[in-house]
């Protein structure tokens, strides 16, 4: 439960970030995208938390919505296993330049629901 309320709070991060600096978040997706460890780390960091939501659903408030989050990690984390690095970093890139004008609104989205991805952790 700790990790995915941890969860919550790098996600809320990163929507504070989206929210005040858009430009500076795409910046720093395209700067994650040029490290030689970027494929792996997003790979290996998407199975593992998909299998800790998975392991840890039943000791939330919404174990069913955090089986399903679990699920959807761990299959985009085995699909990024089975894309080529190359792949994965020219998407990447796209992605952040596709959505820089739009990372403010998806930031203010995703503050609220960082927020209750916390609460429903289940901690306090």
């Given amino acids: 439960m700790y990790f995915i309320a941890a969860f919550g709070l790098l996600m809320l991060f990163f929507s504070l970030v989206m929210v005040i600096k858009p430009s ?48 959807v990690l761990l299959c985009v984390g085995i699909g990024l296993a089975c894309t080529p690095p190359s792949k994965h970093r020219k998407f990447a890139l796209w992605s952040a330049q596709a959505f820089n004008n739009k990372f403010r609104l998806i930031g203010v989205v995703s503050f609220p629901l960082s927020l209750l991805l916390i609460y429903a952790a289940g901690i306090a």
């Avoid at 910046?27 to 970027?38: D, H, L, M, T, V």
């Fill in 24 to 71: 500076a978040f795409a910046n720093g997706i395209i700067a994650f995208s040029e490290q030689p460890y970027f494929h792996i780390a997003e790979v290996v960091s998407r199975i593992i938390a998909g299998m800790i939501f998975i392991q840890y659903c039943a000791d939330t408030r919404f174990p069913q919505i955090f089986l399903a989050i679990g699920v």
